[in-house]
């Protein structure tokens, strides 16, 4: 619960420290006093908006602090525990805002989003305003305050996640879907292409073999006139050749005896010459016995080229280069097979998303069909004791059209009034009466607040237009929330502020040279007088006084 708010510099307020207790506090005093200031800075450390307007005239800074024991909600332990921002005594949010319009949000001293307020805070406090039956107007708030009463927030929410995620996967399934034929097109030219390339099967370095052979073949007749000139040269069996000059020359130099140094020198080379020439001429005349001329194999490797050099012009690249290419298109087609792959897993996805949807939206509508009927009857009790006999509420739950997986379950939930006898059950928007709107307003946040799983809850003015024996019943409503929790109200009706646990008195203290709000705790005759003055009493007279004593003690149990 709320233990401590200080407010510094906000609005016409300089400095304000409150201690709360729990129970039903009672905040009154003269309008325009600053009684909902207070709540609008408490609302500032829960993340609401602010701008430079809220802070002082004067001040360089709006300062607002609120310390929560959070001994009675575990949820906002455990919240702060998975950000790291628990600690052992009370949990302390405090927001400032700066006179040129800039905000910042602490968390037990940590700063942090506005977001996060807004989060922590609605864990921690649950506030009702005056214009609570404007959104009563919502078909959304009908369902929120069905699901609230209901205790199915956090069904409500995995029905809503699970829609989201339904739908978001959907999206994709068909964003791929939609690009699918033009996929296939790919995917269809892509194993084509492969197809042409793997009959191929150009292997390793074979391009340069089939070049240098294709060469050889292309140079035979050339290549083999060259070795038979050579044969004809070098060989024995012609006259003039290299063989018979060596040979005549070394007859005719050995044909000496006592052969000088340099002319034996001369004959050992011319020998080993003859030798090497007749090697050579063997080395020829193998070459020429095995050297195949097929032309078959000259047609063969040029059509092997001929196809090689093709596909790589179709490709755009060089020959060489189509073994890369290959690998490229195999693993763009891989990539296509893979997003096949990826549209099958997404269908089972959303198969499995809409099954987990139905289950979740199926508990979720149970709920709401078990709840619906006892909101009715406890609300339709309710208004009757507000001024309203014969009054009735209904809670309609009416099937969503449509095939779609709505965020919100399975049906719209609206509630439905019949404010005097014999009249039809009709929307609430439709309901004449401001009078009757509020105080229908009020019979459904009590009931709702009943079922709240906050202990702190705030109702800043919501007994506007209601007075005499109703505004009574009214005030002993709110004493019965505070006898469970804590309930602050903000009250301009004696017989609200009578029935309250505690007293607090809002007032404007007047300095020489400004004015600023002030709180004081009333006890006692202070506050019998506070509650005469709001009977309507310019001068506290006796009857005044008695009437507020008599009020004070008919709320206090027996």
Not at 127 to 154: C, F, M, N, P, W
Not at 164 to 171: E, S
Not at 277 to 293: K, Q, T
Not at 514 to 528: D, I, M, N, Q, S
Request: charged fraction near 25%.
């Amino acid at each position: 619960m709320l233990v401590h708010l200080s407010v510094h510099n906000y609005a016409i307020v300089e400095h304000l420290d409150l201690e709360l207790k729990r129970g039903m506090s009672v905040i009154s005093g003269e309008t325009g006093a600053g009684k909902s200031i207070m709540l609008d800075a408490l609302g500032l450390t829960l993340g609401d908006r602010a701008d430079s307007s809220v802070v002082r005239i004067g001040a360089d800074k709006a300062d607002i602090l609120a310390s929560f024991d959070l001994d009675d909600i575990p949820d906002a332990r455990t919240w702060l525990a998975e950000r790291d921002l628990d600690n052992d005594g009370p949990c302390i949010l405090r927001r400032v805002i700066t006179a040129e319009g800039r905000s910042r949000g602490y968390i037990n001293g940590t700063p942090c989003p506005q977001g996060d307020l807004k989060a922590l805070g609605e864990l921690l406090i649950d506030i009702h305003s005056q214009h609570e039956h404007q959104s009563l107007l919502k078909l959304d708030t009908h369902r929120r305050l069905l699901d609230e009463y209901a205790g199915s927030q956090d069904l409500a929410r995995q029905v809503q996640l699970a829609a989201q995620r339904w739908r978001q996967t959907r999206q994709t399934l068909e964003r791929l879907s939609n690009s699918s034929d033009e996929q296939r097109a790919r995917h269809q030219l892509l194993s084509y292409q492969l197809e042409e390339l793997e009959t191929l099967a150009l292997g390793e370095d074979e391009l340069e073999q089939l070049e240098q052979e294709h060469k050889n073949l292309a140079n035979a007749e050339h290549l083999l006139g060259a070795c038979r000139q050579v044969l004809d040269l070098c060989s024995e069996s012609d006259a003039g050749n290299v063989l018979s000059a060596l040979t005549s020359s070394l007859q005719r130099l050995t044909s000496f005896q006592n052969q000088p140094g340099a002319l034996g020198e001369a004959v050992n080379l011319l020998s080993s010459a003859q030798i090497q020439v007749e090697e050579a001429v063997g080395e020829l005349n193998r070459f020429l016995d095995h050297f195949d001329s097929d032309p078959q194999r000259q047609q063969t490797l040029e059509e092997r080229l001929d196809t090689i050099y093709t596909l790589a012009r179709k490709h755009r690249v060089k020959p060489q280069e189509l073994t890369t290419l290959q690998q490229g298109l195999f693993e763009e087609l891989e990539s296509l097979n893979a997003d096949d792959d990826a549209l099958e897993q997404l269908g089972e996805e959303l198969a499995a998303y809409a099954q987990h949807y139905r289950d979740k939206a199926e508990e979720l509508s149970a709920a709401r069909q078990r709840a619906a009927e006892s909101l009715a009857v406890a609300v339709a009790a309710e208004i009757q004791r507000l001024g309203m006999p014969g009054g009735q509420f209904s809670v309609v739950l009416k099937p969503t059209p449509g095939d779609d997986l709505m965020p919100h379950g399975l049906e719209q939930v609206e509630f439905l009034v019949s404010a005097n006898p014999g009249q039809p059950l009709r929307p609430l928007a439709k309901v004449a009466s401001g009078g009757e709107l509020s105080r229908i307003s009020l019979a459904i946040q009590v009931i709702t607040a009943q079922t709240s799983r906050t202990p702190t809850l705030v109702f800043d003015e919501v007994d506007v237009g209601i007075g005499g024996p109703t505004a009574e019943v009214v005030g002993q409503l709110l004493r019965r929330l505070g006898e469970r929790g804590q309930v602050l109200t903000v009250t301009h009706l004696p017989q609200v502020a009578a029935q309250g646990h505690h007293h607090l008195f809002v007032h404007k203290a007047r300095g020489r040279d400004e004015t600023h709000t002030a709180v004081a705790a009333l006890e006692g005759a202070e506050r019998v007088e506070e509650i005469a003055r709001m009977l309507g009493g310019v001068d506290l007279t006796e009857q005044a006084l008695a009437h507020a004593r008599q009020m004070i003690r008919s709320a206090q149990p027996s």
